[in-house]
């Protein structure tokens, strides 16, 4: 297909779906540079937004699941996290990815932070959100999933990813931004007293 456009300094000269599935595409686009010379930007297109969410119970810990990722052949320890639908409120598509994953309901939620995942390659974007006030019930994986789940407090969480044992974007991100929230007392106010409280007795 071709397309006249301007994306910032790039003209864009054709676009071309050369692969797409319910979740992806991917589009290879002839363009010209912004020194002028001509070339091809090929970017993945999500047809989700992406979630995260950090749940913290009244003792300050936090519920991790571990499952091995297919794109790595590597086993990962993350924060829930999964996709929502793009015409579906974040804040729902939160909700049923925490129940799914851990089985834990929240009755307090706040927006923790907003990210472009991969953004020379994707538009993907996150949503991620803290959720506490926390109750119990049974999980929901999806049939792709098999997962472990363990309770850890917030401390070990941070522990796990300035070590490096975790490396997954969206649980580094969620991590270190709530404690920085907390730090300076931009997280609410029950969050805040968790985490700091749970570091305070290291």
């Not at 969410?53 to 590597?74: C, K, S, T």
């Not at 923790?112 to 926390?134: G, M």
Request: hydrophobic share 40%; charged share 25%.
């Amino acid at each position: 297909m071709n397309a006249k456009k301007e994306i910032g300094p790039w003209r864009v000269t054709s676009e071309n779906t050369v692969f797409e599935n319910p979740w992806i595409s991917v589009v290879d686009h002839g363009v010209i540079h912004p020194d002028g010379s001509p070339g091809e930007y090929g970017v993945v297109n999500f047809k989700n937004l992406a979630i995260g969410v950090l749940p913290i119970d009244d003792e300050g810990f936090v519920w991790l699941v571990g499952q091995h990722r297919f794109p790595l052949d590597r086993y990962s320890w993350e924060l829930p996290e999964g996709g929502g639908p793009i015409d579906v409120a974040p804040l729902t598509s939160a909700k049923r990815e925490l129940e799914e994953e851990t089985g834990l309901t929240a009755r307090c939620w706040a927006e923790l932070s907003q990210l472009d995942i991969s953004n020379s390659v994707t538009d993907e974007r996150a949503i991620c959100y803290f959720a506490w006030d926390l109750s119990s019930g049974v999980a929901a994986p999806e049939g792709s999933e098999a997962l472990t789940i363990k309770r850890v407090p917030f401390n070990t969480l941070l522990e796990m990813v300035m070590s490096g044992e975790i490396t997954d974007s969206l649980t580094i991100v969620m991590t270190l931004t709530a404690y920085a929230k907390a730090l300076r007392g931009d997280a609410p106010d029950p969050i805040s007293k968790l985490i700091l409280a749970g570091n305070d007795r290291t």
